[in-house]
């Protein structure tokens, strides 16, 4: 398969972690108070997040950026014999910045992604992609803007309407039991039980608990929606369904699958760094 030219506009712009780095601390810097930000893993991984405004509870669920280093990024359910450790080399002459190392940085789209993984030299190894149109815009920013190329990614990031394309929105408070993507999956799989069942009336916003998605609001405009949400919550206290059991599978099965080894390789985000808090109304 030919590699699409623009991949190796991204190589040249973000060529070492350091200049991923650079992409991160840019990002926070543009964003300012409207920045959220994510630390895993003693601060191994991190991802940005968007307010709604500066200093907003409400924040936009899905991450601009995403950080990792010293290790690539998570992979779930692939099979076969995976690590998520990044190459020790590139391969590559030696760079003349310091502080180099290996990682992973990983830019979001609405539904797309474009990452660049580095070697233990900190020069990039390889990339992964989530939609050519995501990556081209990229590289054309790259190519068609001023000043260095990470600024010029850093603007495309900036400057994209996240609020337009993500209509929802997670009340985070900084104590809740959940992490950012499952509160934001749990609520939204309640509202798309709700609206199947069928809306009550004709009202413009809903809401739902990100624990269990069982407990839901309506009303004309989003705080209402969000005070009967709370309403609901109070009276329901809503919890999740007990997890379920993996499935035990014979090696025939797994054969069957084409899993090698005889079964998937789980590779999970490392946790939180901030304390949660047990579940309440409130949080």
């Known amino acids: 398969m030919k590699t699409p030219p623009e991949i190796d506009v991204m190589k040249r712009a973000l060529p070492t972690s350091r200049h991923a780095e650079m992409l991160f601390d840019s990002i926070l810097a543009g ?9 895993l ?29 010293g290790r690539r990024g998570s992979f779930v359910g692939i099979p076969g014999n995976f690590s998520d ?9 030696p760079s003349r910045l310091r502080n180099l190392q290996g990682g992973e940085i990983m830019i979001h789209g609405d539904d797309a992604k474009f990452g660049l993984t580095y070697a233990g030299d900190g020069q990039v190894v390889e990339t992964r992609r989530m939609k ?10 790259v190519e068609n803007g001023t000043g260095n190329p990470v600024d010029r990614v850093a603007r495309f990031i900036l400057g994209r309407d996240v609020g337009r394309e993500a209509p929802g929105r997670v009340f985070f408070a900084e104590d809740c039991a959940l992490t950012m993507p499952s509160a934001w999956e ?34 004309a405009t989003r705080d209402e929606a969000v005070a009967a949400c709370r309403e609901a919550v109070l009276r329901d206290r809503p919890c999740p369904p007990p997890p379920r059991p993996i499935p035990e599978f014979t090696p025939e099965q797994f054969e069957a699958m084409g899993l090698e080894g005889g079964a998937p390789q789980v590779i ?6 901030r304390v949660r808090g047990a579940p309440t109304p409130e949080n």
């Open 268 to 273: 999970s985000k490392p946790p939180e760094d």
């Open 31 to 39: 964003l300012g108070d409207e920045a959220l930000v994510v630390s």
């Open 186 to 219: 749990g609520g939204l799989r309640g509202m798309r039980r709700a609206l199947f069942a069928g809306a009550p009336g004709s009202s413009g916003w809903i809401a739902a608990d990100g624990y269990a998605g069982s407990a839901v609001g309506w009303g």
């Open 132 to 141: 050519d149109e995501f990556l081209a815009a990229l590289a054309g920013a």
């Open 85 to 93: 450790a990044v190459p020790a080399e590139s391969g590559g002459e």
């Open 41 to 69: 893993g003693e601060g191994s991984e991190r991802l940005i997040y968007r307010r709604e405004a500066a200093g907003s509870p409400w924040i936009i669920p899905h991450a601009l950026l995403e950080l990792t280093l």
